[in-house]
């Protein structure tokens, strides 16, 4: 079983930053891509940006320049930085992993989500 723990949502004035973190825990193997998506009241949920384990990195283009995602994979965290935060960045956002655990000793690949972290942008 993994588990997606996520931290560092709140409320922040338009142009303000905040940084969330996301840390997974289990009987993990190995992470493959780490990524956040988001999901504003009323609409689907959509992918803000993604990391592998070497550290290359796709972004949404509506975050590109504002949003920054890190992981260290020692640790088995990922990050996402936000700066120059706007109100239609509100939304909750979650965390998602590819991940290769020991399943009853083999290998087992999965997708899991974080529970969801709320950032509520004021104008």
């Known amino acids: 079983q993994v588990q997606l723990v996520e931290s560092g949502g709140g409320l922040v004035q338009t142009g303000g930053s905040l940084r969330l973190s996301c840390a997974a825990s289990g009987s993990i193997l190995r992470i493959n891509i780490m990524a956040w998506y988001r999901q504003a009241p009323g609409k689907l949920r959509e992918f803000v940006a993604q990391i592998t384990p070497g550290g290359s990195i796709n972004s949404a283009d509506s975050v590109k320049g504002r949003f920054t995602i890190s992981r260290d994979n020692a640790k088995n965290t990922v990050w996402l930085q936000m700066n120059s935060l706007k109100p239609e960045d509100t939304a909750v956002y979650y965390c998602?992993?590819?991940?290769?655990?020991?399943?009853?000793?083999?290998?087992?690949?999965?997708?899991?989500w974080g529970q969801g972290t709320q950032v509520t942008v004021s104008s």
């Open positions: 998602y992993a590819d991940v290769t655990s020991n399943g009853n000793g083999s290998p087992f690949n999965g997708y899991y």
